[in-house]
């Protein structure tokens, strides 16, 4: 693995990690979730490892602030935690998702595929239902988020929200909540409430009906939908919960829905599996193309 460093059109420089080179000819690149990178997400460093392995490289793109790791006390278990991405600004995932997808081009890969996992897969949703470009060649959606439904079930969401809200008002917008959003993240008190307000990644309301699906219906190549069989953000239906995703793109039928056994929303424990059906959808799709 090297970390890489992927400028955008802003002129911000957002950190990747890499296995692999373009001599491997196919790159995946796998957006992160919310507060998540390679050094706490063992998702992405299990994926890197098995595909690289297996001659297909792997980019980890991380949000605008997912290397600046702090620490925290979680008291639940009585144990400092780590996690990155208390600032960032959803209302340029477009830019972040493409500014990966050109650093891939223009470093000469032939084949791109883009996955994504938890909100990293709205991001990527967001970007191929808006691109005129046609660098990638396939998608692999896993674990997308109905945010809608996410801030109904999530712990102190609302009060969340409301404190931030006092913060920027005092002009504290960058002044990190006492609380962790979500129950998991800290958050700066503008990221809370960009975060909330981000109706570009709300594409996936397959549970409230709260947001949009012209986005999924616009992607106009084929792909992978996949989910843990124990994700506790599908209302208790994670197979209909991406069926019913899939349902929105334009050719649902030509798309595959796996879920992955035992798996939670964050694969927990279940990192080589959830690694080991990735590298499965992209041979499955390589057999499907040189048929």
Known sequence: MEIIRVNTPRGLELKGAMWGDVSMDTVVIMMSGICSNVFQNDLLTATGDLLSRNNIAFIAGHAMDAFSCIAYSDFSIHKQRYTGVVFDDFSLVYEDVESYVK?????????????????????????LGNTSDNYVDYFIVSAPVDLAYWF????DTMKCIELAQKYVEEGRGHDILPYLFGGFSPMSAETVLGFYNAYNLKNCPAISGEGETATLSNIKINGSFVIGAKD??????????????NSYCKHPEENQVIVVPGASHIFYGKHEEYAKTILDCIENHR?????
């Open 152 to 155: 109904k079930v999530m712990p």
């Open 103 to 127: 650093y891939a081009k223009e470093s000469g890969f032939k084949h791109i595929i883009l996955a994504g996992h938890s909100l990293g897969s709205n991001k990527i949703i967001h970007y």
């Open 287 to 291: 057999s499907y193309v040189t048929v």
């Open 232 to 245: 506790s953000l599908t209302d208790n239906n994670p197979e209909g919960f991406m069926q019913k995703i």
